[in-house]
Protein backbone atom coordinates (compact mmCIF):
# COMPACT_ATOMS: atom_id res chain seq x y z
CA UNK A 1 0.00 0.00 0.00
CA UNK A 2 2.62 2.63 0.77
CA UNK A 3 4.74 1.71 -2.01
CA UNK A 4 1.99 2.13 -4.69
CA UNK A 5 0.96 5.76 -2.71
CA UNK A 6 4.63 6.71 -2.59
CA UNK A 7 5.59 5.97 -6.35
CA UNK A 8 2.14 7.95 -7.33
CA UNK A 9 2.65 10.85 -5.38
CA UNK A 10 6.56 11.12 -6.19
CA UNK A 11 5.41 10.52 -10.23
CA UNK A 12 3.58 14.11 -10.02
CA UNK A 13 6.92 15.74 -8.47
CA UNK A 14 8.44 15.20 -11.92
CA UNK A 15 6.45 17.82 -12.63
CA UNK A 16 7.94 20.09 -10.00
CA UNK A 17 11.63 19.69 -11.67
CA UNK A 18 10.11 20.44 -15.39
CA UNK A 19 8.30 23.63 -14.32
CA UNK A 20 10.93 25.13 -12.23
CA UNK A 21 13.99 24.65 -14.44
CA UNK A 22 11.58 25.20 -17.74
CA UNK A 23 12.71 29.43 -18.59
CA UNK A 24 16.24 28.02 -19.35
CA UNK A 25 14.59 27.48 -22.49
CA UNK A 26 11.64 29.58 -22.66
CA UNK A 27 13.89 32.56 -22.39
CA UNK A 28 16.37 31.56 -24.67
CA UNK A 29 17.87 34.32 -26.57
CA UNK A 30 19.07 33.64 -29.95
CA UNK A 31 21.43 35.24 -32.03
CA UNK A 32 20.01 38.69 -33.16
CA UNK A 33 20.77 42.10 -35.21
CA UNK A 34 18.58 45.25 -36.32
CA UNK A 35 16.60 44.49 -39.42
CA UNK A 36 16.96 46.77 -42.18
CA UNK A 37 13.86 48.20 -44.30
CA UNK A 38 13.76 46.80 -47.46
CA UNK A 39 14.44 43.55 -49.41
CA UNK A 40 17.87 42.64 -48.35
CA UNK A 41 20.06 41.18 -51.86
CA UNK A 42 23.74 40.99 -50.00
CA UNK A 43 25.42 41.01 -46.82
CA UNK A 44 28.88 40.91 -45.75
CA UNK A 45 30.45 40.34 -42.28
CA UNK A 46 34.29 40.79 -42.36
CA UNK A 47 35.49 38.54 -44.91
CA UNK A 48 32.19 36.46 -45.29
CA UNK A 49 29.26 37.14 -48.03
CA UNK A 50 26.11 36.07 -48.65
CA UNK A 51 22.89 36.90 -49.57
CA UNK A 52 20.41 37.01 -46.73
CA UNK A 53 20.80 37.59 -42.43
CA UNK A 54 20.01 33.81 -42.42
CA UNK A 55 23.22 33.02 -44.12
CA UNK A 56 25.27 35.02 -41.96
CA UNK A 57 23.88 35.46 -38.19
CA UNK A 58 24.38 31.37 -37.35
CA UNK A 59 28.61 33.10 -37.44
CA UNK A 60 27.45 36.42 -35.91
CA UNK A 61 29.65 37.82 -33.01
CA UNK A 62 28.82 40.37 -31.16
CA UNK A 63 31.23 42.90 -30.33
CA UNK A 64 33.02 41.74 -33.53
CA UNK A 65 31.72 44.30 -35.99
CA UNK A 66 28.63 44.92 -37.35
CA UNK A 67 26.71 43.46 -40.20
CA UNK A 68 26.62 45.28 -43.40
CA UNK A 69 23.86 44.99 -45.90
CA UNK A 70 22.49 46.13 -49.64
CA UNK A 71 18.95 46.63 -49.97
CA UNK A 72 17.18 46.21 -53.15
CA UNK A 73 16.80 50.23 -53.47
CA UNK A 74 20.69 50.23 -52.90
CA UNK A 75 20.62 51.56 -49.58
CA UNK A 76 23.57 50.11 -47.60
CA UNK A 77 23.36 49.73 -43.54
CA UNK A 78 25.40 48.28 -40.65
CA UNK A 79 23.39 46.34 -38.69
CA UNK A 80 24.43 45.94 -35.15
CA UNK A 81 22.47 44.03 -31.88
CA UNK A 82 20.79 47.26 -30.64
CA UNK A 83 21.26 49.83 -33.30
CA UNK A 84 21.79 50.28 -37.42
CA UNK A 85 23.12 53.03 -39.22
CA UNK A 86 22.44 54.05 -42.81
CA UNK A 87 25.72 55.06 -45.08
CA UNK A 88 25.65 58.24 -46.30
CA UNK A 89 26.32 58.31 -50.41
CA UNK A 90 28.90 55.01 -50.22
CA UNK A 91 31.01 54.61 -53.59
CA UNK A 92 31.26 50.72 -53.41
CA UNK A 93 29.55 48.07 -51.35
CA UNK A 94 32.32 46.96 -49.14
CA UNK A 95 32.56 45.87 -45.41
CA UNK A 96 34.85 49.21 -44.30
CA UNK A 97 33.29 52.49 -44.65
CA UNK A 98 35.25 55.85 -43.54
CA UNK A 99 31.95 57.76 -44.54
CA UNK A 100 29.20 59.64 -42.66
CA UNK A 101 26.51 57.57 -41.48
CA UNK A 102 23.32 58.20 -39.67
CA UNK A 103 22.34 56.07 -36.60
CA UNK A 104 18.89 55.07 -35.57
CA UNK A 105 17.59 52.62 -32.90
CA UNK A 106 15.82 49.66 -34.23
CA UNK A 107 12.62 50.52 -33.02
CA UNK A 108 11.43 47.01 -32.31
CA UNK A 109 12.53 45.69 -36.10
CA UNK A 110 14.74 42.31 -34.89
CA UNK A 111 16.17 39.52 -37.04
CA UNK A 112 17.01 36.53 -35.68
CA UNK A 113 18.64 32.98 -36.15
CA UNK A 114 16.62 30.27 -36.06
CA UNK A 115 19.23 27.74 -36.38
CA UNK A 116 18.87 26.62 -32.84
CA UNK A 117 15.92 28.72 -31.36
CA UNK A 118 13.17 28.69 -34.03
CA UNK A 119 10.26 30.62 -31.08
CA UNK A 120 10.98 32.12 -27.80
CA UNK A 121 9.41 34.53 -26.13
CA UNK A 122 12.16 36.64 -27.21
CA UNK A 123 11.64 36.37 -30.24
CA UNK A 124 7.71 36.80 -29.93
CA UNK A 125 7.76 39.88 -27.93
CA UNK A 126 11.00 41.48 -28.42
CA UNK A 127 12.54 41.19 -25.42
CA UNK A 128 16.22 42.27 -26.23
CA UNK A 129 18.51 45.47 -25.92
CA UNK A 130 16.09 47.65 -23.77
CA UNK A 131 13.65 45.07 -22.99
CA UNK A 132 16.34 42.37 -22.16
CA UNK A 133 15.77 42.57 -18.58
CA UNK A 134 12.19 41.19 -18.82
CA UNK A 135 13.26 37.97 -19.91
CA UNK A 136 15.85 38.19 -16.98
CA UNK A 137 12.93 39.33 -14.89
CA UNK A 138 11.10 35.73 -16.06
CA UNK A 139 12.97 33.03 -13.66
CA UNK A 140 13.55 35.23 -10.30
CA UNK A 141 9.70 36.19 -10.38
CA UNK A 142 8.99 32.66 -11.28
CA UNK A 143 11.10 32.06 -7.87
CA UNK A 144 9.56 34.47 -6.01
CA UNK A 145 6.20 32.61 -6.42
CA UNK A 146 7.82 29.71 -5.39
CA UNK A 147 8.80 31.21 -2.09
CA UNK A 148 5.17 32.36 -1.63
CA UNK A 149 3.73 29.19 -2.49
CA UNK A 150 5.60 27.34 0.26
CA UNK A 151 4.78 29.88 2.94
CA UNK A 152 1.05 29.64 2.33
CA UNK A 153 0.59 25.93 1.28
CA UNK A 154 2.56 24.71 4.22
CA UNK A 155 0.48 26.51 6.52
CA UNK A 156 -2.38 25.40 5.08
CA UNK A 157 -2.10 21.76 4.99
CA UNK A 158 -1.50 21.82 8.54
CA UNK A 159 -4.97 23.41 9.05
CA UNK A 160 -6.64 21.27 5.96
CA UNK A 161 -4.76 18.27 5.34
CA UNK A 162 -2.16 17.30 3.16
CA UNK A 163 -4.76 15.26 0.88
CA UNK A 164 -6.52 18.60 -0.25
CA UNK A 165 -3.37 20.70 -0.93
CA UNK A 166 -2.20 17.82 -3.30
CA UNK A 167 -5.31 17.53 -4.95
CA UNK A 168 -5.46 21.16 -5.59
CA UNK A 169 -1.84 21.77 -6.26
CA UNK A 170 -1.72 19.04 -8.56
CA UNK A 171 -4.81 20.51 -10.61
CA UNK A 172 -3.41 24.04 -10.61
CA UNK A 173 0.48 23.18 -12.06
CA UNK A 174 -1.81 20.75 -15.32
CA UNK A 175 -4.26 23.89 -15.93
CA UNK A 176 -1.93 26.99 -15.59
CA UNK A 177 0.85 25.02 -17.36
CA UNK A 178 -0.97 24.76 -20.58
CA UNK A 179 -2.77 28.29 -19.92
CA UNK A 180 0.95 29.33 -20.23
CA UNK A 181 1.36 28.65 -23.36
CA UNK A 182 -1.55 30.58 -24.46
CA UNK A 183 -0.93 33.86 -22.68
CA UNK A 184 -1.43 36.25 -25.11
CA UNK A 185 1.64 38.95 -23.99
CA UNK A 186 4.20 38.99 -21.63
CA UNK A 187 2.41 40.09 -18.47
CA UNK A 188 -0.27 37.64 -19.00
CA UNK A 189 2.50 35.33 -18.72
CA UNK A 190 4.82 36.47 -16.16
CA UNK A 191 1.48 36.62 -14.08
CA UNK A 192 0.55 32.75 -15.09
CA UNK A 193 4.04 31.38 -14.37
CA UNK A 194 3.87 32.93 -10.81
CA UNK A 195 0.78 31.31 -9.60
CA UNK A 196 2.24 28.08 -11.58
CA UNK A 197 5.40 28.48 -9.24
CA UNK A 198 2.70 29.11 -6.23
CA UNK A 199 1.37 25.80 -7.05
CA UNK A 200 4.46 23.98 -7.91
CA UNK A 201 5.93 24.63 -4.99
CA UNK A 202 3.02 24.14 -2.40
CA UNK A 203 2.80 20.16 -4.00
CA UNK A 204 6.55 19.65 -3.46
CA UNK A 205 6.49 21.30 0.09
CA UNK A 206 3.69 19.17 1.23
CA UNK A 207 4.88 16.17 -0.41
CA UNK A 208 7.84 15.67 1.79
CA UNK A 209 5.60 15.69 4.61
CA UNK A 210 2.92 13.24 3.21
CA UNK A 211 5.22 10.56 1.98
CA UNK A 212 7.50 11.32 5.32
CA UNK A 213 4.16 10.39 7.37
CA UNK A 214 3.36 7.15 5.32
CA UNK A 215 6.34 5.94 5.31
CA UNK A 216 8.99 3.82 8.38
CA UNK A 217 11.95 5.13 10.42
CA UNK A 218 13.73 2.39 8.39
CA UNK A 219 12.90 3.54 4.88
CA UNK A 220 12.16 6.99 5.53
CA UNK A 221 15.78 8.04 4.33
CA UNK A 222 15.25 6.47 1.04
CA UNK A 223 11.67 7.59 0.24
CA UNK A 224 12.40 10.89 0.95
CA UNK A 225 15.57 11.52 -1.05
CA UNK A 226 14.17 10.04 -3.47
CA UNK A 227 11.31 12.97 -4.38
CA UNK A 228 14.66 14.73 -5.70
CA UNK A 229 15.51 11.96 -7.90
CA UNK A 230 11.79 12.76 -9.17
CA UNK A 231 12.85 16.64 -9.40
CA UNK A 232 15.75 15.34 -11.18
CA UNK A 233 13.73 13.48 -13.56
CA UNK A 234 11.78 16.77 -14.31
CA UNK A 235 15.17 18.26 -15.46
CA UNK A 236 16.29 15.59 -17.91
CA UNK A 237 12.78 15.96 -19.31
CA UNK A 238 12.99 19.76 -19.23
CA UNK A 239 16.32 18.96 -21.83
CA UNK A 240 15.24 16.09 -23.65
CA UNK A 241 12.28 18.39 -24.90
CA UNK A 242 13.82 21.60 -25.27
CA UNK A 243 16.00 19.77 -27.79
CA UNK A 244 13.30 18.05 -29.55
CA UNK A 245 10.69 20.66 -29.66
CA UNK A 246 12.05 24.47 -30.49
CA UNK A 247 9.52 26.06 -30.14
CA UNK A 248 8.10 27.47 -27.12
CA UNK A 249 4.53 27.24 -26.56
CA UNK A 250 4.46 23.44 -27.97
CA UNK A 251 7.35 22.74 -25.63
CA UNK A 252 5.15 24.60 -22.83
CA UNK A 253 2.23 22.40 -23.84
CA UNK A 254 4.49 19.02 -23.90
CA UNK A 255 6.33 19.52 -20.61
CA UNK A 256 2.43 20.56 -18.82
CA UNK A 257 1.02 17.01 -19.99
CA UNK A 258 3.83 15.18 -19.28
CA UNK A 259 2.34 13.90 -15.84
CA UNK A 260 -1.51 14.66 -16.18
CA UNK A 261 -2.09 10.76 -15.37
CA UNK A 262 -1.83 11.50 -12.19
CA UNK A 263 -4.59 13.43 -12.06
CA UNK A 264 -7.08 10.20 -12.81
CA UNK A 265 -5.83 8.63 -9.28
CA UNK A 266 -5.27 11.55 -7.48
CA UNK A 267 -8.24 11.87 -5.89
CA UNK A 268 -8.46 8.53 -4.11
CA UNK A 269 -5.28 9.10 -1.92
CA UNK A 270 -5.88 8.48 1.88
CA UNK A 271 -5.35 11.58 4.08
CA UNK A 272 -1.64 10.48 6.64
CA UNK A 273 -2.68 8.79 9.69
CA UNK A 274 -0.30 11.17 12.10
CA UNK A 275 -2.19 14.32 10.95
CA UNK A 276 -5.09 12.43 11.68
CA UNK A 277 -4.90 11.82 14.86
CA UNK A 278 -3.22 15.44 15.79
CA UNK A 279 -6.92 16.54 14.74
CA UNK A 280 -8.07 13.82 17.09
CA UNK A 281 -9.98 11.92 14.75
CA UNK A 282 -8.76 8.46 15.78
CA UNK A 283 -11.26 6.93 14.72
CA UNK A 284 -10.90 7.67 11.32
CA UNK A 285 -7.00 6.55 11.74
CA UNK A 286 -7.86 3.27 13.25
CA UNK A 287 -10.40 2.58 9.94
CA UNK A 288 -7.24 3.14 7.90
CA UNK A 289 -4.96 1.38 8.97
CA UNK A 290 -7.26 -1.43 9.28
CA UNK A 291 -7.41 -0.72 5.15
CA UNK A 292 -3.90 -0.54 5.40
CA UNK A 293 -3.38 -3.73 6.96
CA UNK A 294 -6.09 -5.56 4.74
CA UNK A 295 -4.73 -4.03 1.63
CA UNK A 296 -0.81 -5.78 2.26
CA UNK A 297 -2.40 -8.78 3.38
CA UNK A 298 -1.40 -8.71 7.20
CA UNK A 299 -3.04 -10.01 9.59
CA UNK A 300 -1.81 -8.13 12.47
CA UNK A 301 -3.52 -4.86 13.28
CA UNK A 302 -2.16 -1.99 14.01
CA UNK A 303 -3.40 0.02 17.05
CA UNK A 304 -3.82 3.56 16.85
CA UNK A 305 -2.71 4.01 20.65
CA UNK A 306 0.61 2.59 19.42
CA UNK A 307 1.46 5.39 17.34
CA UNK A 308 0.91 8.40 19.96
CA UNK A 309 3.89 9.86 21.89
CA UNK A 310 3.82 8.15 25.75
CA UNK A 311 2.12 10.23 27.78
CA UNK A 312 -1.18 9.96 25.17
CA UNK A 313 -0.91 6.23 24.92
CA UNK A 314 -1.95 4.93 28.19
CA UNK A 315 -4.92 6.54 27.38
CA UNK A 316 -5.26 5.80 23.78
CA UNK A 317 -7.91 3.53 24.26
CA UNK A 318 -10.23 6.14 25.99
CA UNK A 319 -9.39 8.23 23.31
CA UNK A 320 -10.30 6.18 20.46
CA UNK A 321 -13.41 5.48 22.37
CA UNK A 322 -14.74 9.04 23.15
CA UNK A 323 -13.75 10.15 19.46
CA UNK A 324 -16.98 9.68 18.03
CA UNK A 325 -18.64 11.11 21.26
CA UNK A 326 -17.02 14.19 22.11
CA UNK A 327 -17.28 17.70 19.90
CA UNK A 328 -14.20 17.98 18.29
CA UNK A 329 -11.90 19.49 20.18
CA UNK A 330 -10.82 23.33 18.91
CA UNK A 331 -7.65 23.36 16.94
CA UNK A 332 -4.94 26.28 18.18
CA UNK A 333 -4.10 28.91 15.88
CA UNK A 334 -0.34 27.81 13.84
CA UNK A 335 2.00 30.54 13.06
CA UNK A 336 5.61 30.53 11.92
CA UNK A 337 6.43 32.10 15.28
CA UNK A 338 5.44 28.18 16.86
CA UNK A 339 8.88 27.55 15.09
CA UNK A 340 10.37 30.00 17.47
CA UNK A 341 8.98 28.61 20.83
CA UNK A 342 12.15 28.20 23.12
CA UNK A 343 16.06 29.10 22.53
CA UNK A 344 16.68 25.67 21.31
CA UNK A 345 13.66 25.48 18.75
CA UNK A 346 14.80 29.35 17.69
CA UNK A 347 18.35 27.80 17.02
CA UNK A 348 17.45 25.07 15.59
CA UNK A 349 15.07 27.22 13.05
CA UNK A 350 17.99 29.54 12.12
CA UNK A 351 20.16 26.69 11.63
CA UNK A 352 18.05 24.62 9.45
CA UNK A 353 16.98 27.85 7.08
CA UNK A 354 20.66 29.10 7.05
CA UNK A 355 21.58 25.25 5.02
CA UNK A 356 17.92 25.80 2.60
CA UNK A 357 19.35 28.84 1.83
CA UNK A 358 22.99 27.71 0.71
CA UNK A 359 21.58 24.60 -0.77
CA UNK A 360 19.19 26.66 -2.99
CA UNK A 361 21.62 28.85 -3.88
CA UNK A 362 23.94 26.61 -5.31
CA UNK A 363 21.48 23.79 -6.55
CA UNK A 364 20.21 26.54 -9.02
CA UNK A 365 23.37 28.57 -9.72
CA UNK A 366 25.03 24.94 -10.92
CA UNK A 367 21.68 23.97 -12.44
CA UNK A 368 20.48 27.15 -14.47
CA UNK A 369 24.61 28.29 -14.91
CA UNK A 370 25.08 24.40 -16.87
CA UNK A 371 23.37 25.77 -20.15
CA UNK A 372 26.48 28.15 -20.35
CA UNK A 373 29.22 25.80 -19.84
CA UNK A 374 30.05 25.52 -23.47
CA UNK A 375 29.43 22.85 -25.74
CA UNK A 376 26.08 21.44 -25.72
CA UNK A 377 23.68 23.24 -23.85
CA UNK A 378 20.93 20.06 -24.13
CA UNK A 379 23.55 17.56 -22.96
CA UNK A 380 24.69 19.86 -20.22
CA UNK A 381 21.29 20.83 -18.57
CA UNK A 382 20.58 16.99 -19.03
CA UNK A 383 24.15 15.66 -17.26
CA UNK A 384 23.26 17.99 -14.30
CA UNK A 385 19.90 16.69 -13.83
CA UNK A 386 21.58 12.88 -14.11
CA UNK A 387 24.18 13.99 -11.78
CA UNK A 388 21.74 14.34 -9.11
CA UNK A 389 20.16 10.25 -8.87
CA UNK A 390 23.60 8.81 -8.14
CA UNK A 391 24.26 11.84 -5.30
CA UNK A 392 20.92 10.85 -3.23
CA UNK A 393 21.74 7.11 -3.45
CA UNK A 394 25.63 8.13 -2.53
CA UNK A 395 23.37 10.59 0.42
CA UNK A 396 21.20 8.05 1.87
CA UNK A 397 24.07 5.41 2.35
CA UNK A 398 25.53 8.17 4.22
CA UNK A 399 22.72 9.06 6.31
CA UNK A 400 22.09 6.12 7.73
CA UNK A 401 25.73 5.14 8.44
CA UNK A 402 27.28 8.56 9.79
CA UNK A 403 24.08 10.62 10.07
CA UNK A 404 22.95 13.72 9.01
CA UNK A 405 24.91 16.33 10.52
CA UNK A 406 28.21 14.35 8.91
CA UNK A 407 26.65 13.93 5.28
CA UNK A 408 25.61 17.37 5.10
CA UNK A 409 28.59 19.24 6.29
CA UNK A 410 31.71 17.34 3.86
CA UNK A 411 28.99 18.00 0.78
CA UNK A 412 28.81 21.63 1.30
CA UNK A 413 32.72 21.82 1.60
CA UNK A 414 32.99 19.49 -1.71
CA UNK A 415 30.41 22.10 -3.51
CA UNK A 416 32.41 24.98 -2.67
CA UNK A 417 35.76 23.57 -3.22
CA UNK A 418 34.50 23.01 -7.02
CA UNK A 419 33.51 26.61 -7.14
CA UNK A 420 36.69 27.44 -6.43
CA UNK A 421 38.47 25.42 -8.57
CA UNK A 422 36.00 26.08 -11.76
CA UNK A 423 37.94 29.80 -11.14
CA UNK A 424 41.08 28.30 -11.92
CA UNK A 425 40.37 26.23 -14.88
CA UNK A 426 41.89 27.44 -18.54
CA UNK A 427 38.40 28.59 -20.21
CA UNK A 428 39.47 26.83 -23.33
CA UNK A 429 39.50 23.28 -21.11
CA UNK A 430 35.79 22.78 -21.46
CA UNK A 431 35.49 19.42 -20.43
CA UNK A 432 36.80 19.65 -17.43
CA UNK A 433 34.82 23.07 -16.25
CA UNK A 434 32.04 20.91 -17.20
CA UNK A 435 33.34 18.18 -15.08
CA UNK A 436 33.84 20.45 -12.10
CA UNK A 437 30.54 21.70 -12.21
CA UNK A 438 28.44 18.08 -12.07
CA UNK A 439 30.84 17.87 -8.87
CA UNK A 440 29.65 21.00 -7.51
CA UNK A 441 25.98 19.96 -8.60
CA UNK A 442 26.72 16.15 -7.12
CA UNK A 443 27.78 17.51 -3.97
CA UNK A 444 25.32 20.00 -3.14
CA UNK A 445 22.35 17.73 -4.33
CA UNK A 446 23.17 15.93 -1.48
CA UNK A 447 22.96 18.72 0.87
CA UNK A 448 20.15 19.76 -0.44
CA UNK A 449 18.42 16.79 -0.43
CA UNK A 450 19.10 16.00 3.28
CA UNK A 451 17.64 19.24 5.12
CA UNK A 452 13.98 18.36 3.59
CA UNK A 453 14.14 15.11 5.45
CA UNK A 454 16.39 16.33 8.50
CA UNK A 455 13.68 19.31 8.65
CA UNK A 456 10.54 16.96 8.76
CA UNK A 457 12.41 14.73 11.92
CA UNK A 458 13.17 17.80 13.63
CA UNK A 459 10.08 19.56 14.17
CA UNK A 460 6.49 17.82 16.02
CA UNK A 461 3.51 16.71 13.58
CA UNK A 462 1.59 19.49 14.39
CA UNK A 463 3.89 22.24 13.02
CA UNK A 464 6.12 19.86 10.41
CA UNK A 465 4.33 21.00 7.26
CA UNK A 466 4.71 24.99 8.50
CA UNK A 467 8.36 24.09 9.53
CA UNK A 468 9.06 22.60 5.70
CA UNK A 469 7.25 25.54 4.39
CA UNK A 470 8.64 28.37 6.08
CA UNK A 471 12.64 26.52 5.13
CA UNK A 472 11.90 26.21 1.77
CA UNK A 473 11.04 29.61 1.54
CA UNK A 474 14.10 30.44 2.94
CA UNK A 475 15.47 28.20 0.02
CA UNK A 476 13.36 29.93 -2.41
CA UNK A 477 14.86 33.17 -1.25
CA UNK A 478 18.39 31.26 -2.10
CA UNK A 479 16.42 30.50 -5.71
CA UNK A 480 15.34 33.95 -6.61
CA UNK A 481 19.05 35.34 -6.06
CA UNK A 482 20.08 32.42 -7.77
CA UNK A 483 19.23 33.70 -11.46
CA UNK A 484 21.14 37.08 -10.81
CA UNK A 485 23.89 34.98 -9.99
CA UNK A 486 24.33 33.78 -13.08
CA UNK A 487 23.67 36.84 -14.87
CA UNK A 488 27.21 37.92 -13.44
CA UNK A 489 28.43 36.11 -15.70
CA UNK A 490 27.88 39.25 -17.95
CA UNK A 491 30.10 40.85 -16.25
CA UNK A 492 32.98 38.11 -14.99
CA UNK A 493 32.83 34.92 -16.73
CA UNK A 494 33.97 33.39 -12.85
CA UNK A 495 31.58 35.70 -10.75
CA UNK A 496 28.49 33.02 -10.21
CA UNK A 497 31.03 30.82 -8.84
CA UNK A 498 32.53 33.26 -6.61
Same mark, same amino acid.
Given at each position: ?????????????????????????????????? !????????????????????????????????????????????????????????????????????????????????????????????????????????????????LVGA?????????????????????????????????????????????????????????????????????????????????????MVVA?????????????? @????????????????????????????????????????????????????????????????????????????????????????????????????????????????????????????????????????????????????????????????????????? @?????? @?????????MTGK?????????????????????????????? !???????????????????????????
Amino acid at each position: FQACLYFAVVFQAVACGIHYLASVFLVETPNFVC !SAPGNITDVLYGNLTGSSLEDILPVFKSGTGPLVVRTAEGEQWELSRCRCALRINPRDFTYNFDGNKTVRACNGNFAYDHTEVHQSIVTNWDLVCEREWLAKLCQPTFMLGVLVGALIFGDIADRVGRVRILMFTSLCQFGLGVSVAFSGNYYFFVVLRFLLAMVSSGYLVVVFVYVTEFTGIKVRTWTSMHVHAAFAVGIMVVALTGYLVRVWWIYQI @ILSICTSPFLFFCWKFPETPFYLMAKGRYKDAQTLLDSIAHFNGLEYRLKVEELLEPEERENGSALLEEAEERPSQSEKKLSILDLFGSWRMAGRTCTVWAIWFIGSLGYYVFSLGSVNLGGNQYINLFLAGAVELPSYLVGCFAMDRIGRKKTCVPALLLAGVACMLI @IIVPAD @IEALTIALCMTGKFAIAIAFGLIYLYTCELYPTTIRSLAVGSG !SMMCRVGSVVAPFCVYLADVWVYLPQV
